[in-house]
Nanobody, 125 residues
């Protein structure tokens, strides 16, 4: 059974950098041809794809967030991580990690097959 679990701080201050980690079990993040994604959902709004890291380590970002986003991975721990810099209150959202199956569109979270439960991040001073 594939399981994903997000971890990180629930409250961060404006201008700081958010760091989240997704721990995966039941599926290796290096297995062809999956990709691993970060998605967020602000209160009252739809889901927003942030970026993915593929099984081979290639990374794709949402252009609207690319300048502030960094995704990395630790294959020894079967984890991948998100950093989002220059935070503002508009970055307050539920943040999710998810698995992208082969042939799915990275930018369409509706096509993802496994999700973490999400972690609430609030940006406030």
């Amino acid at each position: 059974q594939v399981q994903l679990r997000e971890s990180g701080p629930g409250l961060v201050k404006p201008s700081q950098t958010l760091s989240l980690t997704c721990t995966v079990s039941g599926s290796s993040i290096t297995t062809r041809y999956f990709a691993w994604s970060w998605v967020r959902q602000p209160p009252g709004k739809g889901r927003e794809w942030m970026g993915v890291i593929r099984y081979d380590g290639e990374i794709f970002y949402n252009p609207s967030l690319q300048s502030r986003t960094s995704i990395s991975r630790d294959t020894s721990k079967n984890q991948f991580s998100l950093q989002l810099s220059s935070l503002t209150p508009e970055d307050t959202a539920m943040y999710y990690c998810a698995r992208v199956p082969q042939d799915a569109d990275y930018a369409l979270p509706i096509q993802y097959d496994y999700w973490g439960q999400g972690t609430q991040v609030t940006v406030s001073s």
